[in-house]
């Protein structure tokens, strides 16, 4: 099995998870401007085009191609908005583990589809890719990012003291960097043995139906 990952796209019964496009740049940019974002992730701030097209046309290919992650597109199935993205990084092929982020567009926020993408995508890496662990980190505040962990199965591991960079609003409306915790998340194929069914009778989402 070759250490790089394929040109994937992963279908649920409400989402596509797919490479970026070009034509995803002015709902990317916008979505990457997002106060959440900004606060939470290293994203740079202002988040411009040209930072989404060097993104979608040199990073996320570079990512992939050298075995270090992917990026994916996470859009309506039926509408094709972009509505997020999942990032797969520090990729070790040996352990078989690699490490997963999400972004959610704040007009998609609410309807589980972090829970869906990260799902679909850990279904995958364990049964297409063989990976055997996935692991999360999210900062010790974003109570948002844990429950999404929590619901996709993942089992907290403890606490890196002072290792997330998160960022706040001054009163003059700069950002400012707030040094925080980070809370370890791992996931292993085990763990998610019946979590789609649990979420779906609960209403929460769908398990993948295919990928391509």
Known sequence: MTNTFPDISLNTERLVLRPL?????????????????AAWTSVPQPFTEAAARTWID???????????GLHLAVTEFLTHRLVGIIRLGNTDWHVRSTELSYIIAPWARGE????????????WLFNDQKFERLELRTAADNT??????QKIGCISEGVLRGA???RTRTEDGRWEDLRTDFIVWGLLPEDIEGIAEQLADTGGFTSYSDWN
Do not use: K, W
């Open 112 to 123: 589980g589809y972090a829970s869906e993408a990260s799902l679909a995508t850990a279904q």
């Open 21 to 37: 496009e070009d034509e995803d740049v002015p709902a990317f940019t916008e979505m990457m401007n997002d106060e959440q974002v």
């Open 144 to 149: 948002a990012s844990q429950q999404v962990a």
């Open 58 to 68: 040199e990073e996320a290919p570079a990512a992939r191609t050298s075995g270090r």
């Open 164 to 166: 997330c960079i998160a």
